[in-house]
T-cell receptor, first 117, second 115 residues
Framework: AQSVAQPEDQVNVAEGNPLTVKCTYS??????LFWYVQYPNRGLQFLLK??????LVKGSYGFEAEFNKSQTSFHLKKPSALVSDSALYFC???????????????FGQGTTLQVKP | DTGVSQNPRHKITKRGQNVTFRCDPI?????LYWYRQTLGQGPEFLTY????????KSRLLSDRFSAERPKGSFSTLEIQRTEQGDSAMYLC?????????????FGPGTRLTVT
């Protein structure tokens, strides 16, 4: 079965420090990988995606993510955290649009990022 | 505003009542998805439309649930005979043209509370 795991319910970092939010996946084939962020009372906002190519992808608000095929991981990173980065982060995978795949996203359970001043 | 919109934003209903939610996708997007998110969990896929055709339904979508997308524009999700277990955030997302690798854009969601 296809699944996404975010092993940490919450990550706490001090403002200005680097942050990492972990994500691993179990999907057959070559999935597409995404990170979304959710602020309170708002919908999910797209941060970045990995489709193919360079394993390090850059996205919105200074976030980046590193794809590691051998470890089936796609960890979200930022060199210097801001208090405003505090939110709920979701990793998601999607299968390529072939063989009847409809492009639905499979999400992890989410990780709450708390950045303290 | 050219984003995905959903109405209502909140709905409180009594068990056994029927409810209907609406999603207006980004106008040029032909793909539309419904997800359900419960507290402390990631969104779970419910159903998918490509234009007006409903091409996939999750096992989560019991026979009390029905979704439509007439003319490939807005979509509605109806829940009949609501149960307390239906309480959740219902999210709608849309994405671009077939064959391209586009991210999904999400609406703000409709929060359903069944009392």
């Amino acid at each position: 079965a296809q699944s996404v795991a975010q092993p940490e319910d919450q990550v706490n970092v001090a403002e200005g420090n680097p942050l990492t939010v972990k994500c691993t996946y179990s999907v057959s084939g070559n999935p597409y990988l995404f990170w979304y962020v959710q602020y309170p009372n708002r919908g999910l906002q797209f941060l970045l995606k990995y489709i193919t190519g360079d394993n390090l992808v850059k996205g919105s608000y200074g976030f980046e993510a590193e794809f590691n095929k051998s470890q089936t991981s796609f960890h979200l990173k930022k060199p210097s955290a801001l208090v405003s980065d505090s939110a709920l982060y979701f990793c998601a995978v999607r299968l390529p649009l072939i063989s009847g795949n409809t492009g639905k996203l499979i999400f992890g359970q989410g990780t709450t990022l708390q950045v303290k001043p | 505003d050219t984003g995905v919109s959903q109405n209502p934003r909140h709905k409180i209903t009594k068990r056994g009542q029927n409810v209907t939610f609406r999603c207006d996708p980004i106008s040029e997007h032909n793909r539309l998805y419904w997800y359900r998110q419960t507290l402390g969990q990631g969104p779970e896929f419910l159903t998918y439309f490509q234009n007006e055709a409903q091409l996939e339904k999750s096992r989560l979508l019991s026979d009390r649930f029905s979704a439509e997308r007439p003319k490939g524009s807005f979509s509605t999700l109806e829940i009949q005979r609501t149960e307390q277990g239906d309480s959740a955030m219902y999210l709608c997302a849309s994405s671009g043209t077939s064959g391209s690798i586009n991210e999904q854009y999400f609406g703000p969601g409709t929060r359903l509370t069944v009392t």
